[in-house]
């Protein structure tokens, strides 16, 4: 058995006499003896070793020799080595939440970079220090947009990732928020239905950019349309499309929110990952979560420290803007070390990437007899209609050794020969074309 | 020093992307593309490894100093936990392939399903989502799930009880699922008082939340009255489980008539808390509250397969995208694996000696909050020092950075002035802790004798005291603002 506790029974001896009682057991009377446990039936512990090897057997029972063209809002991008370097560092992460700034200036400052890096790739003015993931993001968005403009209606489009839309629905639901989804045309937003359903009790206005189905838009009209009846727009953003997409900035967004994963997180069976946040600077005030500010210190040097505290639970209690506490602190490091690491040139040049290799899968896939892909712009994920049931391909393509996208059906009942096809740019050449040929055999 | 984006220099970049084709930016409508810069640095590798490594060395971390800060359970964090997570049958395993090919991903469903039963056992309780990521995400599933339970009895609730000493996140989850808060004092034992709650408490009051131990450090001596009366008014007991590293094989939240538990694996079960998160704030409900978790649980048929439930219609629905911060679950996981039964009790017990042993040792110095035998945690307060010379629980926390220690919380419990929230954990030896008592001792006597010197601390530091009132009045939150 591992133990982490270091006391000889000499200090145990030692300590109790300090303390006045004769067994560690009396320091527990007053817990009263009918609370005691009725049961406490756990195995016996075991050494590193035995359980390294309980854990490897585990992991085994996992594949991880699947070619994945699966994305769905979560990507198998590449992770540059420094990424894990910087984050397994002790001092980052055995660190508390940075409330004493004088031994924490290395967090603070990194999560200040990180706070600039992510309102620069979406465009907007400023970012708060992570949330947990992109669903609950989204929720936090709307929570601010209700508080901004005291509304209720709540107008999201039906491309939304559908885990997304699902979070939300589990929050509002003992809160006064309608919401209101909107059918999409095929696989498209239906702008002029959305439109059509803005009115003044509307608080916010939902979109997500590329679309689950992987369309890519411009909702800059529509935002401003928005904009002019005092409706907050919020832009759920994949945040390494930036490298190529219009952002929510140059679309005049008021609140960009998305899953941070794609920035040298591992897909680790969903989660840790990374709730993004960036806002227009009249929101700032209205932001959930930690946030990084520049000041000086009493000798007028530059410094870091969480800043705009009134807003959060220790302080505000239940009049704060949100409950949150502990955030994805290690996860938003390991974001700002991927994107130092990539740099302008780099993030745009893996975003390309993506879109190439992307585009040669659907190329591909269109010269297959039966299989059609609805029109659209699309980044590095779209969606194939099949001439068969979407999940018995994706259940050929297993034997064939890919995980070959994920059918529509999961999430949407009519769409059954849909599949949403990913390919990151770790996906070679080589491999994509070993996929289409694949697919034309399990189609034929 | 500079920022990461002083260090850029144009043209320079740290990774090779690779070979983009020359049409690749055709590919996509003008219209629809980024027209604006993308605002990141341009630096190399190398510029990365070492702003990044210089800045982790300006950090205070568990395994540089002792990190005493209470209600945070700083204990040391195996580093076994970091490799076992990292395995690629972990790591990169993608989840939504548990939506498609359930048969192909059975590893990671069965640690889910066996953490969850390990933790439910540990809690006494019946069932289990490992959905919440962190202890105030556990806390918001616990107050749906009460409304939840309300809304199927056909019962329109109103209220949440919570004592004012609780943490900051219980009131603001209450608010977040609709509820209005009615808070109630301590008494001077250090518990709910109970007398007001019985006062307090009625039908449309639909669940109490208490800590235990709370955030005094004690075990709640009323409890028992406490799970009675608000039993009687069919109100859900909610049990803030940030301080279950107390109690470990000593006493279960279950049996002592708790509905809901979270559990904050970042803190008892020894995942590192990464300067801010991920953590995991794992949620074991009661029998009447299995039917109303967060869908989808992992479930096991008879034939020995783990695959995706969905099946419950009461569910409050998903509270994250899958099923929580999966890589926290596997940590938690194997330091459970790694102590069992009796290395988890051996941790309470050594959690709570050595906080009784602060306590003692330094209670001559400082006033107890609460003058009795602790959990886990000793709260003092530095209101002696406040009146004698002027020195205040954050000049001694400054003080105690200067000395190398990390300072423990203060000015929380909000119920106890000028409070100093002590929590020491299991993982730290006696030399340890007889150092950071001696350096309180020290700073408690310097306070008499040179309060100046407390009150300018620290002087070693990368940056002495910020000026927090002109971070928030002339708001600067990014490198280019």
């Known amino acids: ?444 | 020093m500079k920022h990461i984006f002083e260090k850029s220099v144009p043209g320079r970049t740290g990774v090779d992307a690779g070979a983009v084709g020359a049409g690749a930016a055709g590919l996509m409508d003008p219209r629809f593309m980024r027209k604006s810069d993308s605002r990141l640095p341009e630096v190399s590798e190398l510029d990365v490894m070492r702003h990044y490594i210089r800045l982790s060395q300006l950090n205070f971390s568990v395994d540089t100093h002792f990190y005493p800060l209470g209600s945070c359970t700083m204990k040391y964090n195996p580093k076994v936990n970091e490799a076992v997570s990292a395995m690629p049958g972990f790591a990169g395993v993608h989840p939504l392939m548990a939506y498609i090919g359930e048969e192909h991903v059975q590893g990671c469903l069965e640690l889910i399903y066996n953490l969850s039963s390990i933790l439910a056992e540990i809690t006494g309780m019946k069932g289990v989502t490992t959905q919440p990521y962190a202890g105030a995400h556990g806390e918001l599933t616990g107050i749906l799930l009460m409304a939840a339970y309300h809304k199927s009895k056909g019962n329109d609730k109103k209220y949440v009880i919570v004592p004012d000493e609780a943490h900051g996140t219980n009131p603001a989850s209450a608010a977040m699922g609709g509820y209005t808060v009615i808070s109630i004092p301590v008494d001077r034992d250090g518990g709910m008082d109970v007398d007001l709650f019985r006062e307090k408490m009625n039908d449309e009051v639909a669940g109490v939340m208490l800590t235990l131990p709370n955030t005094l450090g004690v075990f709640h001596r009323g409890i028992c009255d406490i799970v009675e009366i608000a039993r009687k008014h069919d109100a859900i007991l909610y049990n803030d489980g940030a301080n279950l590293n107390a109690i470990l094989g000593k006493a279960r939240p279950g049996d002592i008539g708790f509905d809901i538990v979270h559990m904050n694996l970042h803190k008892t079960f020894s995942t590192p808390h990464g300067g801010g998160g991920p953590g995991a704030g794992v949620v074991a409900v009661s029998d009447r509250l299995v039917d109303f978790l967060p869908v989808p649980t992992v479930a096991r048929t008879q034939q020995g397969l783990y695959r995706l439930d969905f099946g419950h219609e009461k569910s409050i629905g998903p509270m994250s995208s899958f099923f929580g911060n999966f890589g926290v679950l596997v940590r938690a996981a194997v330091y459970i694996m790694m102590l069992g039964r009796e290395g988890l009790i051996d941790v309470s017990e050594k959690a709570v000696l050595n906080a009784n042993y602060i306590r003692v040792k330094l209670k001559e110095y400082f006033d107890l909050a609460v003058d009795r035998t602790c959990m886990h945690e000793c709260v003092f307060s530095a209101k002696r020092q406040v009146q004698k010379s002027g020195v205040h629980a954050i000049d001694i926390a400054k003080a105690l950075i200067e000395r190398g220690f990390h300072p423990p919380t203060i000015y929380f419990p909000l119920v106890v002035d000028e409070a100093l929230m002590i929590e020491p954990t299991e993982t730290e030896s006696k030399e340890t802790i007889d150092g950071f008592i001696e350096a309180m001792i020290e700073i408690a006597k310097l306070s008499e004798t040179d309060p100046a010197r407390v009150k300018n601390a620290p002087n070693n530091t990368p940056v002495s005291r910020p000026d927090e009132t002109r971070a928030a009045r002339e708001l600067k939150l990014t490198c280019n603002s």
Request: charged share 25%; net charge neutral.
């Open chain 1, 1 to 444: 058995m591992a133990r982490f506790t270091p006391h000889t029974d000499q200090d145990v001896r030692e300590m109790l006499e300090d303390i006045g009682v004769d067994s560690v057991e009396k320091l527990f009377a007053d817990i009263p003896k009918n609370l005691r446990p009725r049961s406490f039936d756990l195995p016996a512990g075991r050494s590193e070793n035995e359980t390294v090897s309980e854990f490897h057997k585990m992991a085994r029972r996992n594949r991880t020799d699947l070619v994945s063209f699966l994305g769905g809002g979560y990507y198998d991008h590449f992770i540059p080595a420094a990424v894990d370097t910087v984050s397994s560092r002790s001092e980052f992460f055995t660190a508390y939440t940075p409330y004493q700034p004088e031994a924490s200036q290395g967090t603070l400052r990194a999560i200040f970079e990180y706070q600039t890096m992510i309102a620069g790739i979406a465009g907007l003015d400023y970012a708060n220090a992570s949330l947990y993931d992109g669903g609950t993001a989204l929720y936090e968005a709307i929570a601010m947009a209700v508080r901004t403009n005291n509304r209720k209606k709540v107008i999201i489009d039906a491309g939304v990732n559908p885990l997304f839309k699902r979070i939300v629905r589990t929050y509002v639901i003992n809160i006064d928020v309608d919401i209101v989804e909107v059918d999409l045309k095929d696989i498209h937003t239906d702008a002029e239905k959305m439109e059509s359903h803005l009115d003044e009790n509307t608080a916010a206005l939902v979109v997500q950019n590329p679309n689950f189905f992987g369309i890519v838009a411009d909702y800059e009209k529509l935002f401003e349309e928005a904009r002019a009846i005092g409706i907050v727009s919020i832009l759920v953003f994949y945040p390494l499309s930036l490298g190529v997409v219009k952002t929510p900035g140059e679309m005049k967004a008021d609140i960009a929110v998305g899953e941070g994963q794609s920035l040298g997180l591992p897909l680790s069976f969903g989660g840790p990952y990374l709730g993004l946040m960036a806002v227009e600077k009249k929101f700032v005030r209205k932001m959930p979560g930690r946030i990084v500010g520049e000041t000086v210190d009493r000798a007028g040097r530059k410094s870091f420290v969480l800043t705009l505290q009134a807003r959060e639970q220790h302080i505000r209690r239940e009049k704060a803007t949100s409950n949150i506490c502990s955030n994805q602190a290690l996860c938003a490091l390991r974001a700002v070390v991927y994107l130092s690491l990539m740099g302008k040139e780099g993030f745009r040049n893996t975003a390309l990437l993506c879109m190439e290799r992307a585009q040669r899968l659907k190329d591909e896939l269109k010269k297959i007899p039966g299989v059609r892909v609805p029109e659209g712009q699309t980044f590095n994920e779209f969606t194939a209609v099949l001439p068969v049931k979407a999940a018995d391909f994706v259940e050929r393509m297993f034997a064939a050794g890919f995980a070959a996208g994920l059918p529509t059906s999961v999430f949407y009942r009519d769409r059954e020969n849909h599949l949403i096809i990913a390919v990151t740019e770790k996906r070679s050449i080589q491999e994509i074309d070993d996929f289409a040929a694949a697919a034309r055999k399990v189609l034929s």
